[in-house]
């Protein structure tokens, strides 16, 4: 048997699909499935992570491709960001430069494995082509009123005098914030910040994910707690001498329970009181100074004021306290610390009485008796005690009636927060806004965008406070003096609508076309890593939705149909595969030494999409065995060409009805996302050729029927190889474009599939449940007449075990 070298194999076929121009879409094409990848960070470096997710596109788009859809499978990059900043100041180049460089490395990275993009749709982010549409958008989200300035907390270094990005915040040996240039203890401003009002769309991003059936539920779930809705109410106590005060509260079942009161240190009450009272005046000054994690949830002051319970009469004291947040709600609440784990907490802490208003009913786990508030707060609904007349009420009906009898009003909070996009950096697109002292903030008019990034120099701060020209300009609005806006944005606005530039790449005088983006929206098959569940994923669906409502697009509300989160490469040792350990491996050593192919059967096979697999020295091998093996045996029929036909034997029979089951099965496999068991599927069939075709009676035209189907369905993962098997089996035109094979699934296999069907699992599973160890017996597990008909076979062609030795088990020679 001879092989195929791979060094040779895979560039030619590369440059044979870009001639062909296999993967070009035309503009006209009508609803092509679209299938993407997120796109990279233009680190330069292509890791195993990248290969994994990119694979499992290409994997895909080129099956759908195959099966005669128009596949719209695009790439660019996320070029711009903090580390490019960083890569240029310690080179001593500048971040435009060293993105470029990136950009050409990955390229040449791509190509070499032999990924199919439509690259004539490539797009770049950093580009000025690009990036315009970031301001121009930015203005179309002001006319619609989704732009605010809110005040936000900054890190400041006062030795430098400038904002610095979180990622520019170091540690020093004892856990201190330090500024990572100067190495200064570094302090927080409150700045005001360009805002994106991403809580306007809070309730129907929260709602729409119940639609998305094609998204995994962690995703959707962790969206839900990240937007996190809560109802509730709010009710007034009155502060004797600064009026009455709303609070938020989901319990207000509790009211009665109430034993202090809490203001958020930013709360106007708070501040109104640290006028008067010394103690709370230093309170604010160090809470507002103190990280987040500085201080623990028992820090307080007391006021010295007493808050007049509504429910009650009682007063109860007023507390200025850290771990009641000023955004939240009203920025205060009543405290029962029966009843809230972190009520208790600080009640402990400060002497603060403790009572019981809420008994577990006579159906809950608990029981009254062992319940003991002084010990640990009892946080569940119940049936009201202490609470006057309304003892004995369940706690849901006495949070409807409360807000009637304590004339309060019902309120929903979100956890969710406006998106602050204002970054102090110079490698982002520049914010179009022009600050005018006659005119305060104007916004720079459509017609002079873009806003360009001037040239980079080295400073401390932002380069763009530094770039004095740039930054001068005249004001739109009355021509006077004005400087520009030197925040850029949020990277993660690029990524917001990119899936939608890829479209009409080159367009100019839109973001992209509407008509195209109504036809070929959403995207069909999307993939990415589970790290962006909340952020990226939640922003692009908040941009779809704006875009539809200002008319970009029509009735396209979410941006994608399907999801799928790629588990992580390990190393061998089982922990994360990382360059700056010692576990990592990098896909241009393996390319090299086994081809690109390898690499993609070895991951493809390794295990489903979404779970995390070990790299694996013999796993790779084994991969580049088979496919060597798979070439011998092509080679071995390309030259045997033109034997004996065996005509129609039972065995040849047999083996017909296996390729096409595998076919069947394969094409199942793919499109579930299980390329795993449609490879397994192949790796079955290739066995069963292989022993059949040295069978001295074998039929060759049957076998290589086989190994063309073979070829077919491995195409997608193995595309150069399959490209030069192809070739030797004198297969039509390019495998790329080969039709997939017809999977009409023999009826013997009914049973099978149905069982599929009913229990969403797969075969492996039902037969692992029903205890058979076996997996080669499967077929003949689950699908009985099937097991029939072989034993009728077998008798018929009087090859007595024949089938049985073909297919490697005993069950059907007894
Ligand atoms: C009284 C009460 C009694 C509450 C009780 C809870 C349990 P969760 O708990 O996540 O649903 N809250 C209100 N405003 C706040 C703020 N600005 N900062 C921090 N906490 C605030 O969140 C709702 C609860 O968080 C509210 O209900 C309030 O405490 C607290 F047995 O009111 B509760
Ligand atoms: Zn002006």
């Known amino acids: 048997e001879r092989g195929f070298d791979h060094a040779e194999i895979e560039p030619e076929w590369q440059r044979t699909w870009d001639e062909e121009g296999v993967f070009r879409i035309p503009d006209d094409a009508e609803d092509p499935e679209y299938v993407l990848a997120m796109f990279p960070y233009t680190s330069g470096e292509l890791h195993m992570g990248h290969v994994r997710n990119y694979t499992i596109t290409d994997a895909y788009a080129r099956f759908e491709r195959m099966r005669g859809e128009s596949v719209l499978h695009p790439m660019g990059w996320d ?68 732009v605010e300035r809110q005040a936000a907390e900054l890190n400041w270094c006062p030795s430098c005098e400038t904002v610095l990005a979180d990622e520019q915040v170091e540690e020093d040996a004892g856990g201190a914030e330090i500024c990572w240039r100067c190495d200064s203890p570094i302090d927080h401003r409150e700045m005001d910040q360009w805002f994106l009002t991403i809580t306007d769309y809070a309730e129907e991003l929260l709602a729409d994910l119940d639609e998305l059936e094609g998204w995994p539920n962690n995703v959707r779930e962790m969206q839900r707690n990240w937007i996190g809705k809560q109802e509730g109410a709010s009710v007034a106590f009155e502060i004797p001498g600064y009026g009455d005060v709303d609070i938020f509260t989901t319990r207000l079942d509790t009211i009665h329970g109430a034993t ?83 009520d208790h907490e600080f009640a402990e802490a400060h002497d603060i009485d403790i009572v019981q208003v809420v008994e577990p009913t006579d159906d809950a786990d608990a029981d009254p008796e062992d319940v003991d508030v002084q010990e640990t ?11 006057g007349e309304f003892d004995g009420l369940e706690s849901a009906e006495a949070r409807e009636r409360f807000v009637e009898v304590f004339d309060g009003e019902h309120r929903t909070e979100y956890n969710l927060r406006d998106w602050g996009i204002s970054r102090q950096r110079y490698w982002g697109t520049p914010i179009p806004m022009v600050h005018c002292e006659e005119c305060g903030y104007v916004e720079v008019p459509d017609e002079d965008l873009p806003v360009e ?140 030494a086994y081809g690109a192919d390898t690499a993609r059967l070895f991951i493809m096979e390794a295990a489903q999409p979404e779970k995390d697999f070990a790299w694996s020295p013999e796993g790779v091998q084994s991969a580049h065995q088979f496919l060597q093996n798979l070439y011998g045996l092509a080679a071995d029929l390309a030259e045997t060409d033109g034997g ?171």
């Open 453 to 592: 990034l001037p040239e980079f120099v080295q400073t401390t701060g932002n380069p763009l406070d530094a770039a004095e020209e740039w930054k001068s300009v005249d004001c739109p609005e009355c021509g006077g003096p004005a400087e520009r806006e030197t925040d850029t944005m949020d990277t993660f606005v690029d990524s917001s609508w990119y899936f939608l530039r890829f479209l009409s790449p080159d367009l100019d005088s839109a973001p992209f076309d509407s008509e195209r983006a109504n036809d070929w929206m959403p995207v069909d098959r999307y993939v990415g890593g589970i790290e962006h569940a909340v952020m990226h994923l939640l922003y692009a669906r908040f941009f779809t939705k704006v875009l539809d409502d200002i008319d970009l697009v029509e009735g396209v509300r979410e941006p994608f149909e399907n999801l799928t989160n790629q588990g992580m490469v390990l190393g061998e040792d089982g922990n994360k595969m990382s360059k700056s350990g010692d576990n990592g491996v990098s896909p241009t050593e393996i390319v090299e």
């Open 260 to 342: 202090f009161f809490s203001l958020a240190p930013g709360h106007p009450v708070a501040q109104a009181i640290a006028e008067e009272n010394d103690e709370v005046a230093e309170y604010i000054e160090m809470a507002e100074g103190a990280d987040e994690d500085e201080l623990d949830v028992t820090s307080g002051v007391f006021t010295g004021e007493y808050a007049v319970n509504p429910a009650t009469g009682e007063e109860i004291p007023v507390y200025v306290a850290d771990y009641v947040l000023t955004d939240v709600g009203t920025g205060a609440l009543y405290a029962v610390p029966g009843h809230d784990e972190r």
């Open 377 to 387: 707060a009892y946080p569940e609904d119940g049936l009201l005690v202490d609470s």
């Open 644 to 814: 004996a036909d065996a005509g129609e034997d039972a065995v040849a029979a047999y083996v017909d009805r296996e390729i096409d089951a595998a076919a069947a099965r394969a094409t199942e496999e793919f499109e579930a996302f299980r390329f795993n068991h449609a490879l397994q599927a192949v790796r079955d069939l290739v066995s069963l050729l292989r022993r059949y075709h040295e069978r001295p009676d074998a039929d060759p035209a049957t076998v290589e029927r086989g190994v063309r189907t073979v070829v077919k369905l491995l195409g997608p993962v193995a595309p150069h190889v399959g490209e030069e098997v192809w070739r030797l089996l004198d297969g039509e035109g390019l495998l790329a474009e080969a039709e997939w094979p017809d999977a009409a699934l023999p009826d013997e296999y009914d049973v099978a599939s149905r069982l599929v069907e009913d229990t969403r699992e797969d075969v492996r599973d039902i037969v692992e449940t029903v205890g058979i160890e076996d997996p080669e017996t499967i077929t003949l597990a689950v699908a009985p007449e099937w097991k029939h008909r072989a034993h009728e076979l077998a008798r018929e062609s009087d090859a007595d075990n024949l089938i049985g030795d073909l297919m490697g088990h005993d069950e059907i020679r007894s």
């Open 79 to 146: 070029s711009f960001g903090l580390p490019a900043e960083n890569a240029a100041n310690e080179r001593d180049t500048n971040p435009r430069d060293w993105t470029l460089d990136c950009i050409d490395s990955m390229t040449e990275q791509f190509k070499s494995m032999g990924f199919g993009y439509d690259w004539e749709r490539e797009i770049t982010t950093c580009d000025p082509d690009y990036y315009r549409w970031n301001q121009w958008l930015f203005q179309r989200f002001r006319e619609e009123g989704l």
